[in-house]
């Protein structure tokens, strides 16, 4: 292990968020075998500390070549600190997918309480240049499987069981659904799907950051590693 502070593998810009900022990517140094998403949802910074956190438990040289990561989809929500980007859009709804509806979806404002708040999908498919830019990056990039972090659900989506999931699972001791319990029209998750692209979410537990590097980071790690499934 050699912890640093700071980053220190090059980005690559994929794009540009509503309010100017720059969508990066590190760059797999061959063939993209796993794609990793983080920092979609702003009110979720801890996936991009967790990820973070990893990229920088590890010397470069170390993280396996055939990984691309993107540790943050979401600046400006981040930045907000709002779920959806500047437009209010929730890029996770806002995905090409058959289901994709124009009509607003809702979100919880706490997730194990009832209370939900509308929100909205954009005006068409992929209108947000947060999305468009994501997908014209794994059109780029090709990767074989995408790893997608949330929170705080506590689980590992994947309709599909693939090994990688259910090593997570073995990892994590979270456990592994199917379906995450409500409507997700317009999901990135559905779109992959219709495109047999498999794609991986995992949901951190509802815990602060400190207490999720503890329990998720070295998961990731060994991902980073090379030490797990990458094939589905
Ligand atoms: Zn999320």
Request: charged share 20%; hydrophobic share 35%.
């Amino acid at each position: 292990m050699q912890k640093r502070t700071a980053l220190t593998l090059p980005l690559k810009r994929y794009g540009t968020s509503v309010r100017g900022a720059r969508l990066e990517y590190i760059a797999s140094q061959s063939r993209c075998d796993l794609l990793i998403v983080a920092g979609i949802h702003g009110e979720e910074p801890e996936t991009t500390v967790a990820l973070s956190r990893a990229v920088r438990s590890l010397a470069p040289e170390d993280v396996t070549p055939n990984v691309s990561l993107v540790l943050a989809a979401n600046p400006d929500g981040l930045t907000l600190g709002t779920r959806g980007n500047a437009n209010g859009v929730d890029l996770n709804r806002n995905f090409p997918s058959s289901n994709w509806q124009p009509q607003p979806t809702t979100c919880r404002w706490y997730a194990d309480e009832e209370e939900e708040l509308p929100i909205l999908t954009g005006e068409t498919p992929a209108s947000e240049p947060e999305s468009a830019a994501l997908i014209k990056l794994i059109d780029t990039l090709r990767p074989r499987m995408v790893l997608t972090l949330h929170g705080p659900l506590a689980c590992v989506d994947d309709p599909q069981k693939s090994r990688l999931a259910t090593w997570i699972c073995g990892e994590t001791g979270l456990p592994l659904v199917s379906d995450i319990g409500y409507p997700t029209p317009g999901s990135m998750g559905t779109w992959a799907g219709e495109r047999n692209l498999p794609w991986i979410t995992w949901e951190f537990p509802p815990d602060g950051v400190e207490k999720i590097c503890k329990s998720q980071v070295p998961t990731l790690v060994k991902i980073l590693k090379g030490e797990a499934p990458l094939s589905p």
